[in-house]
C-alpha cells in the first residue's frame, strides 16, 4: 500500500507539469468535450505501447540503441513542430474554422493523441527509470502492468481535468482575440516542446 500511494504522488505530479500532452489536451478542448476524450484516449494507448515495452525489456534495446532512440525523438520532435504550425497558422477550436480548416473527426484525433505521445521517447526513458523502483524481481511485470495502470489512472484523471478547465475558458472567450491569442499561444508551446525534444 505505501508503495502504492508513493507511485501515486510521484506520477501525480508529474502529469500536473505541463508538456506536450497537457497542451495537446487544451488544443482539443477548444473544439468540445468528446473531442478532449478522444484526444486522451489517443494518449493512453500510447502511454499503454511504452509501459509494454518496458514490461518486455524492449524499452530498454531502443535506448541502448543511439540510432533507434534519435530517429524516434527527430520523427518525434517533427511531428510537434508541424503541429505546432499549424495551429500558430490557423488557430483552434472556432478560429480555426473561421480560417478554413475543417475540423478533425474523432479518430483522426485519437491517432494525433496517439501520436504525441509517442512523439516523446523521453517518457520511455522516464518509464524504464521510474517503474523498476517499483517492481519486485520475482513478479516484475505483474508489477510493471499494476503500477502502469495506475499511471493510466492519473493520466486520465489529471487531462479530463486539464480538458473540462479549458474548454471553459474556450467557451468563455468564444471567438474573442483573446482566445485567438491563447490558441497560437498554446501553438507556440508545442512548438517549443518539439525544439526541447530534438535537443535530447
Not at 489536451?25 to 484516449?41: E, H, K, M, N, P
Not at 484523471?157 to 483573446?178: A, D, P, Q, T
Request: charged share 10%; hydrophobic share 50%.
Amino acid at each position: 500500500m505505501e508503495l502504492t500511494l508513493q507511485f501515486l504522488a510521484v506520477t501525480l505530479l508529474l502529469e500536473l507539469t505541463p508538456g506536450p500532452a497537457m497542451l495537446f489536451v487544451l488544443v482539443q478542448s477548444s473544439f468540445g468535450f468528446r473531442q478532449v476524450v478522444a484526444g486522451i484516449l489517443g494518449l493512453l494507448t500510447a502511454n499503454f505501447i511504452w509501459i509494454a515495452l518496458v514490461a518486455t525489456g524492449l524499452g530498454l534495446l531502443i535506448t541502448q540503441s543511439p540510432a533507434a532512440y534519435d530517429t524516434l525523438r527527430y520523427l518525434g520532435a517533427a511531428y510537434l513542430a508541424y503541429m505546432g504550425y499549424k495551429i500558430c497558422r490557423y488557430g483552434i477550436g472556432k478560429h480555426s474554422v473561421i480560417a478554413g480548416k475543417k475540423p478533425k473527426k474523432l479518430w483522426q484525433i485519437y491517432v494525433q493523441g496517439v501520436l504525441t505521445s509517442l512523439s516523446n521517447p523521453k517518457a520511455l526513458l522516464f518509464f524504464l527509470a521510474l517503474f523498476p523502483n517499483f517492481a519486485s524481481e520475482q513478479n516484475f511485470v505483474g508489477d510493471i502492468l499494476y503500477f502502469g495502470g495506475l499511471k493510466l489512472f492519473c493520466l486520465s484523471s489529471v487531462m479530463l481535468c486539464y480538458g473540462l478547465i479549458g474548454n471553459r475558458v474556450f467557451e468563455f472567450f468564444n471567438v474573442s482575440k483573446l482566445a485567438n491569442i491563447l490558441g497560437r499561444s498554446i501553438g507556440v508551446g508545442i512548438i517549443g516542446a518539439a525544439l526541447a525534444i530534438a535537443r535530447g
